[in-house]
Each structure stands twice: as C-alpha cells, then as structure tokens.
C-alpha cells in the first residue's frame, strides 16, 4: 500500500503564495514521477506540475513561472511552491505519484487552495 498525504493549503490574498507538501508513504520500490493536479468545482482535473525520476518538470501554462515543483532525494515528498497566487488558481490540490514497475498511480486526498481578497 501507499499512501500519499497532503497538506500545506489554505485560504490566501490575490499575490500571496503557499507550498504545499505531498508525503508519500508504504510500499514504495521506484517512483518514476510524482506531480500535483488541480481540480476547481464543475472543472475538469488539470496537470500543474510534475517531476520526474531524472529531474524533469511540466508545468501547466497557466502557472508556468509562478509554481516551482521539487522533491527531497529520496522522493519521500514532493513541494509545489506557489507564488503570485491568483483567484483562478483556487481549487483542490491532489498529490499523484506513478509508482512502478507496474506501474500504477497513486493519489492523495487533496488540500484546498481558496485565493481570495
């Protein structure tokens, strides 16, 4: 089993920023990516960021220059640094880890992001 645990949301002004954490935990071999998805009500899920095994990132066009994803080295847990928030931005927050060698995809329950004056 692996689990995945987010936190670090919360309620922001327009401008200001949050880091959200995604700790992975269990049975975990390989992770070959880990990335955070975004979900606002009545919206389709969207990709915000994501991290790779050998260090490489995407980033939704919409948060591109804003967001900064990193891990620690040993991919316990994953941040997104979110900077110059906006109110488009409000959403739940979801962690996703692709764990393999299967491999199979991991999520977390979600953190609320509410970007609001």
């Known amino acids: 089993q692996v689990q995945l645990v987010e936190s670090g949301g919360g309620l922001v002004q327009p401008g200001g920023s949050l880091r959200l954490s995604c700790a992975a935990s269990?049975?975990?071999?390989?992770?070959?990516?880990m990335g955070w998805y975004r979900q606002a009500p009545g919206k389709q899920r969207e990709l915000v960021a994501r991290i790779a095994l050998g260090g490489m990132t995407r980033y939704a066009d919409s948060v591109k220059g804003r967001f900064t994803i990193s891990r620690d080295g040993a991919w316990d847990t994953v941040y997104l640094q979110m900077n110059s928030l906006k109110p488009e931005d409000t959403a739940d927050y979801y962690c996703n880890a692709e764990i393999g060698p299967t491999p199979y995809d991991y999520w977390g329950q979600g953190t609320q992001v509410t970007v609001s004056s």
């Open positions: 269990g049975s975990i071999f390989s992770i070959n990516a």
